[in-house]
């Protein structure tokens, strides 16, 4: 039922703002299919890799003047 009013609204449109009516419709659409895939999507569960990776404490020192400057675009 609803189906047949939209086709009988869009009947009603000239010609020439058709295209603005179907890239309506169409872009809709595609975002409701974006929309499934998204929820059906699995957010990992966090620490699946606990106790697999060691992090050295020269981690956490400052970094030499010479790496800091390339960083920094100064060579």
């Known amino acids: 039922m609803l ?44 620490g699946l890799a606990k106790g697999q990776v060691e992090v050295p404490a020269s981690f956490f020192e400052p970094l030499p003047d010479d790496v800091l400057d390339a960083f920094e675009g100064r060579q």
Do not use: C, M, S, V
């Open 3 to 46: 189906q047949e009013q939209l086709i009988e609204e869009i009947k009603q449109i000239p010609n020439e703002k058709l295209a603005e009516i179907y890239d309506l419709i169409h872009y809709f659409r595609l975002g409701l299919t974006q929309e499934n895939q998204i929820k059906t999507i699995h957010q990992r569960p966090i």
